[in-house]
């Protein structure tokens, strides 16, 4: 079973509508991230988490909220869609223990479509 | 500020040819540095990374990268391209005991048989 899970795979969806995508994962992990890609941009930050209680913005945070519901668990919202967010969105997770700099493991990725 | 620079959005090699990325990096404190790599369809999976120690640093799949201070420099080789090696490939870096990483733009590797 993955260890990061991504929920839907894919969605399309409309201008102005609400869409939340979320992630789960099992590693036991405090820190979690989400990010979009775009072709030629790379993956750049939305917010991220450095446990329940900790939200931070990212690079890219405008258009966008996140709610940390339980340490497994953290879910990316467009509350009003528009075409420009169209991308691919991934969720990240690391943990704080054992070495200076911690592997961030990545999950499937969110195929977002905003017509 | 961080920032890396990926020359080259494209890079076609021959199956058992030498496979060379660029990855030039900015950053006003030490950096860790890091290649991920992108297959088809799937999520990003750590290939390798530097964190300060040796400055040749050896990941799976017989990938290598080679941190040049004065050059500001992170590129990845690999001896002899396979097949399986064709995937989008980024380069990220981080600022010493920070998490948060900032990527390159990615470089699409096509192996030709």
């Known amino acids: 079973d993955a260890d990061v899970t991504q929920t839907p795979r894919n969605r399309i969806t409309k201008t102005g509508k609400r869409i939340m995508l979320e992630c789960s994962q099992t590693k036991g992990h405090d820190r979690m991230y989400w990010y979009r890609q775009d072709p030629g941009l790379g993956l750049r930050l939305i917010y991220y988490?450095?446990?329940?209680?900790?939200?931070n913005k990212g690079e890219i945070s405008d258009g966008y909220s996140v709610s940390r519901q339980a340490q497994a668990k953290f879910s990316l919202s467009l509350e009003s869609a528009i075409p420009n967010q169209t991308a691919l969105y991934f969720c990240?997770?690391?943990?704080?223990?054992?070495?200076?700099?911690?592997?961030?493991?990545f999950g499937p990725g969110t195929r977002l479509t905003v017509l | 500020a961080q920032s890396v620079t990926q020359l080259g959005s494209h890079v076609s090699v021959s199956e058992g040819a030498l496979v060379l990325l660029r990855c030039n990096y900015s950053?006003?404190?030490?950096?860790?540095l890091f290649w991920y790599v992108q297959y088809p369809n799937q999520g990003l999976q750590l290939l390798l990374k530097?964190?300060?120690?040796?400055?040749l640093v050896k990941g799976i799949n017989g990938f290598e990268a080679e941190f040049k201070k004065s050059e500001t420099s992170f590129h990845l080789t690999k001896p002899s391209a396979h097949m399986s090696d064709a995937a989008e490939y980024f380069c990220?870096?981080?600022?010493?005991?920070?998490?948060?990483?900032?990527f390159g733009t990615g470089t699409r590797l096509t192996v030709i048989p």
């Open positions: 990240a997770t690391s943990g704080t223990t054992g070495s200076i700099w911690n592997e961030q493991f």
């Open positions: 530097y964190t300060s120690a040796a400055t």
């Open positions: 990220a870096v981080s600022e010493s005991g920070a998490n948060n990483l900032f």
């Open positions: 950053s006003s404190v030490p950096p860790y």
């Open positions: 988490s450095f446990d329940v209680k900790d939200i």
